[in-house]
Each structure stands twice: as structure tokens, then as C-alpha cells.
């Protein structure tokens, strides 16, 4: 691949080629420009503007750090790559660490499925090399866990084992050894956190069933009603009306639940 | 293929480099042609030219025009940007104006995700550039906007408000005041069509429950029940037979309660 | 810019262009290397080496032919082209025909939308040329149908008709003629493999309702009950944990009513 020994004039290096065909390759998975937008739907970008990032991203009952939280999940959730470079860096600017985003795809993988983490390794890669974040600063592949609610893993997996453990044995020891077990306990992600990814991606995938389980244990490792509540406006415009409309009767009876 | 022999002048100009360098980026969002299909899977072209091409799209009970938008709205809605170029032409081809493509992607904007919208922006900005539509050709950014019907949207806001303004207020909010004061009264797409599109992104995406509300809004909008039946025909190819008969028990439902 | 003017010997052969030209674009559609994935998430690698690699797909209730099924269906259930090529790859060295591989996406084109299967074919493509696999190893277009069951067919036909042929005569039509009077008797996947990947799809895309139907059809056609649990148990890691938390209390309920 040496190219200084030719002798001829050859003005087009390798590395304008690499350029010029990094461009192609990139342009794929990459948000469309604000030109863009508005040569295609000038009222998108005004609600871009205006709303999304003129309003809701400022709106007080969440911090911009929380949002990003939020966003990623949905994104990483519904497996959209093309906007996901852009929001690593921005969680980045909001002060996600590398070590939460790291622990936030892998938390994920679990809560939506394998290839939409490994979709997302793909594009956090460039980022984080982007960023200069190297392997020193990401979580331990088996750190020392987090201390474990005895009493409540007993009565959550008994429950579970009741209902499914006879008919499905493989799923119910997955959910006690790998995820209540270990994933949830890795000290990296907050339970809190983890509970905001986990309830962001379960309405961010039309699953606003299973809030009636993820909303109490969120709100027993430290989320509050009103936290939720924003995170839910915040989620209609990255997940769409229909999903935030299903998942709020759902909240709603889980919060008046709790109240009593 | 043998380039060794090769010592004269050399004509790989850069404009063949171009189209070479084109080919595998724009090839990642570009169906495969029928050839690729055969190679692949014989039986699904078959179906794809005797069942989709041959009989579906043909069939009366809906316009080709409609048909464009209903499949648009699939395809966004779902961001399956794979076969998005081609559906944005053949929409264009069939009568769906650019005005109207404009719409129908910031109406997805809420309806299905904002990355879902900003991903269709990506594919139909390359469409319009080809068929040369320009920026004149587009939506004002805030156009004066329709009449409000103030009795019907009285009536809906209090009903959402009265469920979901105490926990939620911020989503109620968005509600009355972006999507039905702004967004549905927009000009350049009817109601009718807001409605086609809406209702085809919901079955797009599961989401069933919501057509309660939506076939009635749909219904008030102008639109048939044999067009809306005939839509869920014409959806059942677009976004697989289990959407669609999670669809059908509400839409009868909706059907019959109206009828009475 | 101009190359024209060259004279010298030009060593940069159009193969090698090809091989550069190769990597951008294909880079976009393939998973992530191992050690990408390290430098992002170690963890997600620990659990995919230990847990996903090293245990489920060894799990002796399904064979690695059932778990290549099962994996396919849910990526293009779900149209996660990442990672699809690789397992097309694996499903082929565990024992999946090319005829099945062929059969598995048509059968999907109508179980979760023409453009997922649209989309497995441009990667499915790829992997039928490097493994030489031509036109003669797919199926026929229009082959020899297997024998219809006359009786449950017409059953099946009496009950969908009765709830939904006055509204929805479009998809009772096609549910009938294309589905199962010509692409459930297609000979080149078994009955049984059909069921397993519609299966999957249904829960990999959040439709555990249409398991109702779908559960006891898959049981008539030879899956027995610990197999549809083992498939549900290696979906957990593929579609994510709340697909499987919604499907297992519809198959529970499926089980113990054909247990009766």
C-alpha cells in the first residue's frame, strides 16, 4: 500500500480518497442537516426549533442530563442509529459519563433486544474515539456489585417463579441470575438510571404493560411521579403520540396505586 | 479486470470514480431490484407481481393516490427507509403532491417519532432533489391555518384534560396546543389525509387501542369505512398479517358502535 | 482534480479500488467486531461470550438448526439488518437450506411486511454469492403445493370469515387464497418451521395477542410445548426481555387450555 515510491505525478493521495469515501459510508447513518429539513419540511424544522429544542428540552421537570437518558433509550429502544451520533454526543455535553452510556447499551441489550445494542456499539465507537475515550474509562467487565435488596429479589423472583417457572424455566433463571442479579447490580448505572432507561424503552416499544412492574421498582430506586410524568412528555416527541397515549392509562393507575 | 498491463495515459476519470463510489453507498437504502429478488426468493417476487403489484394496488376500493399516502405512512411510520425512495416517487408519480409528502412526514414527526420524520427527510430530500422541487414548491413554515371546529375540540380537550391534565400536563398541553391548534389544521394536507395517515401509522405500529379514537376523528374528516377497511387490505402487505388482525376487532368495534 | 494529465505508471488497480470502495459500504450493514464491542460495552461482550454464546445456544432444548429459525425470524421481524448477515452465515453452517433460508423471508414478507423481506433480501443476497449458492438451489416459483387439511382449513375459514368477511372481505380473501391455500402449503419449509417463525415474529414484534391463534396451529404442526418455551427463552436475549414478559401469559394461557 506504499504509494511514495511512484514516480509519476499522482496528485489523488490515498487519504483524499478516504475521504471521499468516508462520505458516502457516513451520510448513511447521519442526521440530516438543518438545510436539509427545510428543503424537504420546513414545518418539521420550525417544530424542531420552536418545541423540541426551544421548549421541551428546557422545560424544568427534568435536567438536560435526564433527558439525554431518556433519549438514548428511545433511540437504542427503537433501534433508530440515524440520529444516535449526535445524541451520544450531546448526552456527553449533558454529562452522561462514557461509563453510563457503556452501561446503558448493555442494559439495553437485555431490555430490547441484542442487535439494537450492537447497533449502537457501532455508532458510540466513532463517538467515544471521536472523544478520546479509551478503555480506561469504561466500566469494569465484572466489577463489585452493587448490594443486593434481599427480601425484595426473594418476593420479586417467587412471583415470577409462580407464574412462569413451570413452563418457562430457562426464562425465569435468565431473569434472576443475569438481570436481577448481576446486570441491575453493576455499579456503573444507577438503579435509578437504569430504571429510566428500562421505563423509557418499554413505552418507547408500545410495551406499556410492563410499566406496571418497571414504574414501582423505578420509583423505589428514586424516581418520583412528577420525574416520570416528564420523562413521558418528553418521550411523546421521540417515540411518537400512540405509544405516550397507551403508556399513560397504564402510569396513571400505577401512580393512583401507589397514592393509596 | 487485469489493470497491470496498463501503462498509458489513465482515463478512470474522477466522474467514473463518482458513480463507482455512488454505487455502494446509495445501495444500502435502495431496494433490491427484481433481479435480486429472484436470486433470493422466487416465490416473493412472484407474490410481489401477481398479488401486490397485479392485484392490490388495483383494486377499487381505494385511489392509487391513497394507496401512495397509506403505504408512506407505513413506511415512515414503521422507518423502513429501505423502500422509502422509490414509494416517494411513485407517490409523486400517482398524484401525491410535494406539499403533501412535505406534511406527511412532519405529521409522522408526532405520530411515530421525530427520528422516524428526520430519517424520511434523508430519502426525500435526495427525490426532490431529482424531480427538482424546490423550496417554492414547499409548505409556508406558518401558514394561516384551517377553521377549528371549537365545539369538537372543546370537547376532546376536556376529555383528555379531565384523564391525564393532573398527572401529565405537559403532554396534555402539547396535545391541545401543537397537534390539534396547529399541526392538524396545517392546510397543505386535508384532515382526511391527516386522518389516512394517522390511522395507517397506527396499525403500522401496533398500536390498536388508539384507533378508537382515531377511526371516529377519521370518520368526521371524510373518510369511508369501505376506504378505511380497504386501507387495512391494502396495509396487511405493508406491515404484515398480525398488525392487521390486531386491528380489525377495534375498527369493527368502532364500526358498529357508530353505525348504531 | 484533473487525472487526465497522468502519465506515470499508476499501481492502485481497480481491484484494490473495489476492495476500498467494498469496506464503507458494507461496514454499515455488519455487526460490530468483538473487540469494537470492547471498547464500548465490556460487559456487553462478557455476557455475549458467556452467556448468550457459551450457554443459550447450547441449551439442549432446541437444536442450533431451531435456534438459527428462531434468530432469522426475529432480526427480520424486526428488520435489524446488522446482524443479519452473519447469522445467515451461522444458520446455514448449522444445517438451514438455502430453500428454507429463501422460504423464511417470503414467509415473512406477509408475518411482519414486504419491506422486511425486501430488506433481508438485499443481505441475503450477498450471502447466497459468496457461498455459491445459485438459482437452482432456491425453491420453485410455483411448485407442487403439500396436501391441504380440507377440514381444519375450512374451519379456520368459517371463523375468520364470520368475525371479519362483511367488513374486511379484502384480507379474509387474501388470508384464505395467498396465506393458507398457497404459502403455508409451500413444500420447501416445513409446516413446522413456518409456525416457528411466525411465532417468533409475533413475539419479537409485541403481538403476543395473535399467539392465541398462532400457538395451538404451531402445535398441530409438530412444535411441542417445551420447544415453543425454549424458543421463547432464546427470543429473551433477541427481541429483549418485556417481548417475552408479554408472550409468556398468552402462551401459559394457550398451554394449560390444550393441556385440558
Redesign the interface.
Known amino acids: 500500500m506504499n ?1 511514495r515510491s ?7 493521495s ?1 487519504f483524499s ?2 475521504i ?10 447521519e ?2 442537516s438543518r438545510k ?13 426549533q420552536d ?2 429544542l426551544g421548549e421541551v428540552w428546557k ?1 424544568p ?1 427534568l435536567s438536560s442530563r435526564d433527558r439525554s437518558v431518556v433519549t438514548l433509550a ?2 437504542i429502544g ?3 442509529t ?2 444516535l451520533g449526535d445524541h451520544f454526543k450531546l448526552a456527553l455535553d449533558h454529562g452522561v459519563k462514557p461509563t453510563e452510556i ?2 446503558i ?2 442494559h439495553l ?11 449502537a ?2 455508532i ?2 466513532d463517538v ?1 474515539a471521536e472523544r478520546k475515550i479509551a ?1 480506561d474509562q ?5 466489577p463489585a456489585l452493587l448490594p443486593l435488596n434481599e427480601v425484595a429479589e426473594a418476593d420479586r423472583a417467587k412471583r415470577v417463579s409462580d ?2 417457572g413451570a ?5 425465569v433463571q ?2 434472576t441470575d ?2 436481577f442479579r448481576d ?1 441491575w447490580l ?1 455499579p456503573d448505572l444507577a438503579p435509578r438510571d437504569r430504571s429510566l432507561v428500562t421505563i423509557s ?2 413505552i418507547a ?3 406499556a ?2 410499566l406496571t412492574g418497571h414504574i414501582p421498582i423505578g420509583m423505589n430506586n428514586g424516581l418520583t ?1 412528577p420525574e416520570i ?2 420523562a ?2 418528553h418521550l ?11 403508556a ?2 397504564v ?2 393507575q400505577v ?1 393512583e396505586k401507589r397514592a393509596r
Open positions: 504509494m511512484r514516480t509519476g505525478p499522482f496528485r489523488l490515498l480518497l478516504a471521499a469515501l468516508a462520505i458516502p459510508a457516513s451520510a448513511a447513518a442526521s440530516p436539509d429539513i427545510q428543503m424537504v419540511a420546513p414545518a418539521l424544522d420550525k417544530y424542531t418545541r423540541l422545560r421537570g428511545a433511540l427503537r433501534n433508530q440515524i440520529a457503556s452501561e447499551i448493555t441489550a437485555f431490555y430490547s433486544g441484542w442487535a439494537n445494542a450492537t447497533a456499539v457501532v458510540a465507537k467515544f478503555a469504561l466500566p469494569a467487565e465484572a407464574q412462569f413452563m418457562f424455566p430457562g426464562v435468565y431473569t443475569v438481570l446486570l453493576r424503552a418499554l416499544n408500545g410495551q404493560a410492563q411521579q410524568a416528564e413521558i412528555t411523546a416527541f421521540y417515540v411518537g403520540w400512540p405509544n405516550v397515549f397507551s399513560m392509562p402510569a396513571k401512580f
